[in-house]
C-alpha cells in the first residue's frame, strides 16, 4: 500500500511538472475547460435560482378544502383530527365562514355583499403541503374528496405544474449542453495528451528498456489530463462566481418590484466540488482514452 501511494505521489508530482513547464498552454487549456463548463453549470445554478425566486413572489401553493354548509362542529373537528394526523402536511389552518365574509369585505366586494341577507360562503381548510410535487397534491386532493362533510377541494396547483414543466425542460437543456461541451472537452483533452506522449516517445522507450511497466508509464498522463481539468473545475467556478456576483444586484431590483427579497445565490460547497470532481473526470476520461490508443501498440 505504502509503495502504491508512494507511485501515486511520484505520478502527481510528474504532472504538476509538465503543468508547471508549460505554464502558458496550461492556462489556456484551463480557460478553455472552465469556460465550456460555466455554460451548464452556470444554466443549472440560473434555473435553480430563477425557481427560488417564482417561489418568492407566488407564495406557497396550498390546497382548499370547503366544507359543506351544514357540516356541524363535530365534523369539522374531525377533520381537523385528519389533518392533524397528516404527514405530508407542512402546515394548515381553519378558516371559518364568517372570516372568510370579512376578508371579501376587506378585499373591497363590500358593497356586492351588502345586499345578501345570508352568509353563503363555507367553512374552509387551507392546507400547505410538505413540498411542490404536483403529484403529491393530485395525491392529497384525492384523498380529500373522500373525507365526509367536504364538498370541495381546490388545488392551487396549476403554477407548479407549468414551474415544474419549465424547469424540467430548462434542466434537461442544460444536461443536453453539458454532454455536449463534456465530449468536446474529452477531445480536447485527448489531443492535450497525444502531443505528451509524442513530445516524449524517445523518454517512453527508454523508461520501457529499463524495466519500466505499462502502469508506470501511463499514470502521469492520467494524473496530467485529471489534474488539467480539475484546473478548468476551478475556473468554471470563478467564471460562475463572477456572473453571480454582476447579475446579483440585477435580479434583486427585479424580485423588489414585486415585492419580495432575494439574494442570487452562487453554488454551495457540494455544487462546487461536483463542478471540480466532473471536471477532473473528463480530463482523467479524455488522457485514458488518448493512453490506451496511442501506447497501445507500443
Known sequence: MIHWFYLHIRAIAHALRRLGGQPLGTLLSALVVGIALSLPAGGYLLLDNVASLVRGVSGTPE????????????????????????????????????????????????????????????????????GEDPALFEQLSTRMKAWPAVTHVQLDSAWVKRLHALLGLGRSAVMMLAALLGFALVIVTFNTIRLQIMTQRQEIEVSRL???????????????GGLQGALGGLVALGTVWLGVRA????????????????????????????????????????????????????
Do not use: C
Request: charge should be neutral.
Open 63 to 130: 390546497i382548499s378544502i370547503f366544507l359543506d354548509p351544514k357540516a356541524g362542529a363535530g365534523e369539522v373537528a374531525a377533520i381537523d383530527k385528519k389533518l392533524r394526523a397528516e404527514p405530508m402536511l407542512a402546515s394548515y389552518r381553519y378558516v371559518p365562514r364568517d372570516e372568510a365574509l370579512k376578508q371579501l369585505e376587506r378585499s373591497g366586494l363590500g358593497d356586492v355583499l351588502g345586499g345578501l341577507t345570508a352568509n353563503p360562503l363555507p367553512d374552509a381548510f387551507i392546507v400547505s403541503p410538505r
Open 210 to 224: 529499463l524495466g519500466a511497466t505499462d502502469p508506470f508509464i501511463r499514470r502521469p498522463f492520467y494524473w496530467f
Open 247 to 298: 447579475l446579483s444586484g440585477p435580479v434583486s431590483a427585479l424580485a423588489e418590484t414585486y415585492g419580495a427579497v432575494f439574494v442570487l445565490a452562487g453554488p454551495d460547497g457540494l455544487e462546487s466540488g461536483v463542478i471540480v470532481a466532473f471536471a477532473a473526470f473528463l480530463g482523467w476520461l479524455g488522457a485514458a482514452i488518448s493512453v490506451r490508443r496511442h501506447l497501445a501498440g507500443d
